[in-house]
T-cell receptor
């Protein structure tokens, strides 16, 4: 069975600095999708970025980028120029290309932004 | 306005009460989901509906009963809940299984 591990329960970063959140996963499959979701205090889970495993190029969305290391089964999220609005819980999730709707979630990392 | 709306935002109920959680999506999606989110634990998928038909029930206790009357609405009927059922219940929708899921703000449920 697939598993997703986020080893950092909490991280803090100074405003305008860069922070990296780690995520590792375990799977025997070769085709899958990986996601980072953000959950601010408002509680709505918001998709930050998505990566297809068959794509070697790392996904980027403005200040958010990933470092996808398929062989190492690592999928870290880098947030550049951190802003106060980035403070939230961040969740890493995995979905097999075959199992359609089933998302496997990590336990989350709480990101604190220091002004 | 969020594309997925959940009501109520907070709910406190006794173990013998019966209540319902409501979810409505305004995105024209075909799939809807119920998740349970407990502190410091990964999200747990409870139910999945596709085109109003239930396609997944992840061994959820029968005290939770879902209902999907149409593709825009999803309910979670609650009865005889236990204290360990206290959690944030999130609803999500997606165009189809291959598209990202969009979430509501959740209902914070507390069982006395």
């Amino acid at each position: 069975a697939q598993t997703v591990t986020q080893s950092q329960p909490e991280m803090s970063v100074q405003e305008a600095e860069t922070v990296t959140l780690s995520c590792t996963y375990d799977t025997s499959e070769s085709d899958y999708y990986l996601f980072w979701y953000k959950q601010p205090p408002s509680r709505q889970m918001i998709l930050v970025i998505r990566q297809e495993a068959y794509k070697q190029q790392n996904a980027t969305e403005n200040r958010f980028s990933v470092n996808f290391q398929k062989a190492a089964k690592s999928f870290s999220l880098k947030i550049s120029d951190s802003q106060l609005g980035d403070a939230a819980m961040y969740f890493c999730a995995y979905r097999s290309a075959d199992s359609n709707y089933q998302l496997i979630w990590g336990a989350g990392t709480k990101l604190i932004i220091k002004p | 306005e969020t594309g997925v709306t959940q009501t109520p935002r907070h709910l406190v109920m006794g173990m013998t009460n019966k209540k319902s959680l409501k979810c409505e999506q305004h995105l024209g999606h075909n799939a809807m989901y119920w998740y349970k989110q407990s502190a410091k634990k990964p999200l747990e998928l409870m139910f999945v509906y596709s085109l109003e038909e239930r396609v997944e029930n992840n061994s959820v206790p029968s005290r939770f009963s879902p209902e999907c009357p149409n593709s825009s609405h999803l309910f979670l009927h609650l009865h005889t809940l236990q204290p360990e059922d206290s959690a944030l219940y999130l609803c999500a929708s997606s165009q189809d299984y291959h598209q990202p899921q969009h979430f509501g703000d959740g209902t914070r449920l507390s069982i006395l």
